[in-house]
């Protein structure tokens, strides 16, 4: 067979065309081409690992955070209790996200609650003002009516007007980041219930229905990540819990983008069966997530498995 | 150069004083020696046989003036420094006999009025001691209701308006614990004496900050020993003479005068016996019956109105401000003295702040694990109005803030509802500030006396509720 200087010239145009598509592919490959699991589940390791392991799993924080975005990470931090309690969202784990979300360029990172207890002890024994603001966060005041705004709820059936806090409407990224905790009214606190948190007036829903309330009020806006800190699992006498007996040590994570999918998982951890937690029902209704966990793609991770 | 130092150590004083007050120095000791600087606060720690922290010097101070004259009043006391400032500034006339010696027949009777009614369940002596003014003056600033805002315009028009007429008008007239420091001045080992060299020049009577000297003869009644006479004289005529205290000059004593003095005397005791015996009388009644939580640390209501001073001094360290000062609510006896108000916020379970600031023992202290089981008052449930109850609709806002887990949701009628286990309520009123009805639902009816509750680490064992395996999805 003659090798023609045309038959060498094509298939040298075809080899250089095949190597210059490759970094193309590899670009690709990070967006579009590979699906995500719906919910990453990790265990046995701490909170910060755990959150190292599973946001890579799901894309790094770059996936949900643009360079130059501000984002909200709204933790749990109620109770005026330390971290050993297992009222709070685990400080280090609060840290850990906002220096991923530094690392992924955001702008500014802000943390707030809209605390049960006095603000400014919940803050500092909590333990998260001070891994906020070593992490580079900025830790921003809720106890004044002043910081909030009266917002519309489209879709809303028992909450049509909430007072939202500044920073959940300006931020351009939401990070929930609950802890797992037993209720004594909803039988379980998690993602959804945290919102709880950014608005002003709790009471309202309290007194108008609150299965009702806390599914409407993401109607207003869904967070773009929920992280339920499930290490110390309250599992009774929540949500404040009343000694260190009711907490149970589980050294587990559960990272979704689907917050009413993460409840799900999360109540199956306490033992509920989702039909008791009434809000996760009503929430599907109003298309917010699914509670169809056995069809959902779940990728479970052990950090060390035992031999 | 006696006149500068003074004036510098009245200042750093009242700075000092300024910035504890204002809550810079969160220090608990440097509080307690603040507080032992005070007669009057000490006192009412002694009225009840508790021997506070730093009494020796409560002590020293206290036996001071038999030796060195009222140094308390000319070098430190602050308020005594707002008077010489306006004093200097305003400059009054001479002083009328007859209107000095009846500021102290007043004074008089109102430290006799103190001492005796420290026994009594109701205690007075905050409306005149100046320790208790000075606190209030910041402590009610921001919280004042009419009954503070009336102490306050009446103490500062004292402090600024007075010296008009008469120079130190609080210290002479109406403070008890310048009127004991007076008494014991009178008799003190020290005497300041002009000699032969003195020329009646009448400079000394100017310069003296109480206008106590006429004709080089000082009134040891009117003087706060602040020696300022002896570098004002332009012959250095005044002197120091030291006597066994107690002990009166022979040559002084006027038959007539002892006399009259004698019958100033007995009727001083009679009327404050008479005013002992009243108070007792009225005031327990009112003791009966109240509708206002009183802090944690009073034990009872009895021994807490017969300690407490109205400085209000704990409102300026609760964190979730939830002591209101009181107005005429338990009468008389509750003026200006701290409640809780629980519609507008709590008691915080993580905080013993207030019993450990009290200046008066009304407050005893305690550790924070023992205040966290003082029962102060049960919270009860209004069935009719509760929402579980009346709606069939969870809310349970009152359960999940409670601390101790003395409110449980039970099941009724297949709605969890709220009860409260009264062994463990202590009566913190997070779940009256938090529930959503109004009127409140769930309200605490205050204790008189005040108990311990169970510890919350004993309440009912429940099972965990928490999934076993690894992944259960």
Same mark, same amino acid.
């Given at each position: 067979?003659?090798?023609?200087?045309?038959?060498?010239?094509?298939?040298?145009?075809?080899?250089?065309?095949?190597?210059?598509?490759?970094?193309?592919?590899?670009?690709?490959?990070?967006?579009?081409?590979? +699906?995500?699991?719906?919910?990453?589940?990790?265990?046995?390791?701490?909170?910060?690992?755990?959150?190292?392991?599973?946001?890579?799993?799901?894309?790094?924080?770059?996936?949900?955070?643009?360079?130059?975005?501000?984002?909200?990470?709204?933790?749990?931090?109620?109770?005026?209790?330390?971290?050993?309690?297992?009222?709070?969202?685990?400080?280090?784990?609060?840290?850990?996200?906002?220096?991923?979300?530094?690392?992924?360029?955001?702008?500014?990172?802000?943390?707030?609650?809209?605390?049960?207890?006095?603000?400014?002890?919940?803050?500092?024994?909590?333990?998260?003002? +001070?891994?906020?603001?070593?992490?580079?966060?900025?830790?921003?005041?809720?106890?004044?009516?002043?910081?909030?705004?009266? +917002?519309?709820?489209?879709?809303?059936?028992?909450?049509?007007?909430?007072?939202?806090?500044?920073?959940?409407?300006?931020?351009?990224?939401?990070?929930?980041?609950?802890?797992?905790?037993?209720?004594?009214?909803?039988?379980?606190?998690?993602?959804?219930?945290?919102?709880?948190?950014?608005?002003?007036?709790?009471?309202?829903?309290?007194?108008?229905?609150?299965?009702?309330?806390?599914?409407?009020?993401?109607?207003?806006?869904?967070?773009?990540?929920?992280?339920?800190?499930?290490?110390?699992?309250?599992? +009774?006498?929540?949500?404040?819990?009343?000694?260190?007996?009711?907490?149970?040590?589980?050294?587990?994570?559960?990272?979704?983008?689907?917050?009413?999918?993460?409840?799900?998982?999360?109540?199956?951890?306490?033992?509920?069966?989702?039909?008791?937690?009434?809000?996760?029902?009503?929430?599907?209704?109003?298309?917010?997530?699914?509670?169809?966990?056995?069809?959902?793609?779940?990728?479970?991770?052990?950090?060390?498995?035992?031999? | 150069?006696?006149?500068?130092?003074?004036?510098?150590?009245?200042?750093?004083?009242?700075?000092?004083?300024?910035?504890?007050?204002?809550?810079?120095?969160?220090?608990?000791?440097?509080?307690?020696?603040?507080?032992?600087?005070?007669? !009057?606060?000490?006192?009412?720690?002694?009225?009840?046989?508790?021997?506070?922290?730093?009494?020796?010097?409560?002590?020293?101070?206290?036996? *001071?003036?038999?030796?060195?004259?009222?140094?308390?009043?000319?070098?430190?006391?602050?308020?005594?420094?707002? #008077?010489?400032?306006?004093?200097?500034?305003?400059?009054?006339?001479?002083?009328?006999?007859?209107?000095?010696?009846?500021?102290?027949?007043?004074?008089?009777?109102?430290?006799?009025?103190?001492?005796?009614?420290?026994?009594?369940?109701?205690?007075? #002596?905050?409306?005149?001691?100046?320790?208790?003014?000075?606190?209030?003056?910041?402590?009610?600033?921001?919280?004042?209701?009419?009954?503070?805002?009336?102490?306050?315009?009446? !103490?500062?028009?004292?402090?600024?308006?007075?010296?008009?007429?008469?120079?130190?008008?609080?210290? #002479?007239?109406?403070?008890?614990?310048?009127?004991?420091?007076?008494?014991?001045?009178?008799?003190?080992?020290?005497?300041?004496? *002009? *000699?032969?060299?003195?020329?009646?020049?009448?400079?000394?009577?100017?310069?003296?900050?109480?206008?106590?000297?006429?004709?080089?003869?000082?009134?040891?009644?009117?003087?706060?020993?602040?020696?300022?006479?002896?570098?004002?004289?332009?012959?250095?005529?005044?002197?120091?003479?030291?006597?066994?205290?107690?002990?009166?000059?022979?040559?002084?004593?006027?038959?007539?005068?002892?006399?009259?003095?004698?019958?100033?005397?007995?009727?001083?005791?009679?009327?404050?016996?008479?005013?002992?015996?009243?108070?007792?009388?009225?005031?327990?009644?009112?003791?009966?019956?109240?509708?206002?939580?009183?802090?944690?640390?009073?034990?009872?209501?009895?021994?807490?109105?017969?300690?407490?001073?109205?400085?209000?001094?704990?409102?300026?360290?609760?964190?979730?401000?939830?002591?209101?000062?009181? *107005?005429?609510?338990?009468?008389?006896?509750?003026?200006?003295?701290?409640?809780?108000?629980?519609?507008?916020?709590?008691?915080? !379970?993580?905080?013993?702040?207030?019993?450990?600031?009290?200046?008066?023992?009304?407050?005893?202290?305690?550790?924070?694990?023992?205040? #966290?089981?003082?029962?102060?008052?049960?919270?009860?449930?209004?069935?009719?109005?509760?929402?579980?109850?009346?709606?069939?609709?969870?809310?349970?806002?009152?359960?999940?803030?409670?601390?101790?887990?003395?409110?449980?949701?039970?099941?009724?009628?297949?709605?969890?509802?709220?009860?409260?286990?009264?062994?463990?309520?202590?009566?913190?009123?997070?779940?009256?500030?938090?529930?959503?009805?109004?009127?409140?639902?769930?309200?605490?009816?205050?204790?008189?006396?005040?108990?311990?509750?169970?510890?919350?680490?004993?309440?009912?064992?429940?099972?965990?509720?928490?999934?076993?395996?690894?992944?259960?999805?």
């Amino acid at each position: 067979m003659e090798t023609s200087r045309r038959t060498l010239l094509k298939w040298s145009l075809l080899l250089t065309g095949y190597l210059f598509t490759r970094p193309i592919k590899k670009i690709f490959a990070n967006t579009s081409i590979t +699906k995500y699991p719906d919910l990453i589940a990790i265990k046995d390791g701490s909170p910060s690992q755990m959150f190292d392991v599973g946001i890579a799993a799901l894309g790094g924080m770059q996936r949900f955070v643009k360079t130059g975005q501000s984002v909200l990470v709204k933790p749990n931090i109620g109770w005026n209790r330390t971290p050993g309690e297992g009222a709070n969202t685990q400080p280090d784990l609060v840290g850990k996200i906002i220096e991923h979300c530094k690392a992924a360029g955001a702008s500014r990172v802000v943390v707030f609650d809209n605390t049960c207890n006095e603000m400014g002890a919940c803050y500092e024994n909590s333990g998260i003002k +001070k891994a906020v603001e070593k992490a580079g966060g900025i830790m921003l005041s809720s106890n004044d009516e002043k910081y909030y705004v009266e +917002k519309d709820i489209p879709g809303g059936k028992i909450l049509k007007k909430a007072k939202v806090h500044k920073a959940f409407l300006e931020s351009d990224v939401i990070i929930n980041v609950p802890t797992l905790k037993h209720h004594s009214s909803t039988k379980m606190t998690a993602s959804l219930k945290n919102f709880m948190g950014v608005i002003w007036d709790r009471q309202f829903w309290h007194k108008h229905g609150l299965n009702q309330s806390i599914a409407d009020f993401p109607l207003l806006r869904n967070a773009d990540l929920t992280v339920i800190d499930a290490y110390l699992v309250m599992t +009774k006498n929540g949500p404040r819990g009343i000694t260190t007996d009711d907490v149970v040590l589980k050294k587990m994570q559960l990272i979704s983008t689907d917050a009413v999918l993460a409840d799900t998982a999360a109540c199956k951890i306490l033992n509920l069966e989702p039909k008791e937690v009434v809000y996760l029902k009503i929430a599907e209704d109003f298309k917010l997530g699914s509670t169809d966990i056995k069809n959902s793609n779940i990728k479970k991770i052990y950090m060390n498995k035992k031999a | 150069m006696i006149k500068k130092i003074r004036f510098f150590s009245q200042l750093s004083f009242f700075l000092f004083s300024i910035i504890l007050l204002i809550g810079w120095v969160p220090n608990q000791h440097v509080h307690d020696f603040f507080r032992s600087l005070h007669f !009057f606060p000490t006192l009412n720690y002694l009225a009840k046989f508790i021997f506070p922290t730093f009494f020796y010097i409560t002590i020293l101070v206290f036996i *001071a003036p038999l030796f060195i004259g009222r140094i308390y009043c000319s070098y430190l006391c602050p308020v005594g420094f707002i #008077q010489d400032i306006a004093f200097k500034i305003i400059k009054s006339k001479k002083v009328t006999k007859g209107f000095s010696s009846l500021c102290f027949f007043i004074s008089n009777f109102i430290l006799i009025s103190s001492l005796l009614l420290i026994f009594t369940s109701s205690n007075y #002596q905050g409306i005149f001691d100046h320790f208790t003014n000075f606190v209030r003056l910041f402590s009610l600033t921001l919280a004042a209701g009419v009954v503070g805002f009336i102490f306050i315009f009446l !103490f500062i028009s004292c402090l600024l308006i007075a010296p008009l007429f008469s120079p130190r008008f609080f210290c #002479q007239s109406l403070c008890p614990s310048g009127a004991l420091y007076r008494i014991l001045n009178q008799h003190s080992s020290l005497d300041i004496i *002009a *000699a032969n060299s003195c020329n009646r020049c009448g400079i000394c009577e100017t310069q003296c900050p109480t206008l106590c000297i006429q004709d080089g003869v000082i009134a040891k009644e009117a003087c706060i020993t602040c020696f300022e006479c002896l570098e004002s004289c332009p012959q250095k005529a005044f002197d120091i003479r030291y006597k066994s205290p107690w002990k009166n000059n022979k040559s002084l004593v006027n038959k007539e005068k002892k006399r009259r003095d004698f019958f100033k005397t007995s009727l001083l005791i009679m009327s404050g016996i008479l005013v002992f015996f009243t108070v007792k009388k009225t005031s327990s009644a009112n003791l009966i019956k109240t509708n206002l939580v009183i802090p944690p640390g009073a034990k009872s209501l009895k021994n807490f109105y017969s300690s407490c001073t109205g400085c209000n001094l704990c409102l300026t360290v609760c964190p979730t401000k939830v002591l209101k000062s009181g *107005a005429t609510q338990n009468g008389i006896s509750g003026i200006n003295k701290p409640y809780l108000d629980f519609n507008e916020s709590y008691c915080s !379970f993580e905080c013993n702040a207030c019993l450990n600031i009290c200046p008066t023992g009304a407050l005893s202290h305690s550790e924070l694990a023992r205040k #966290q089981v003082i029962k102060i008052g049960e919270s009860k449930i209004d069935e009719i109005s509760c929402i579980p109850y009346k709606h069939k609709r969870i809310c349970g806002s009152c359960a999940e803030h409670c601390p101790t887990g003395a409110i449980q949701m039970v099941s009724i009628d297949n709605v969890l509802a709220p009860k409260v286990n009264m062994n463990f309520c202590i009566g913190c009123g997070i779940c009256q500030k938090v529930c959503p009805t109004n009127p409140k639902s769930i309200q605490v009816i205050p204790l008189t006396i005040h108990t311990y509750a169970y510890s919350p680490k004993n309440n009912m064992p429940k099972q965990q509720q928490i999934s076993d395996e690894d992944f259960p999805f």
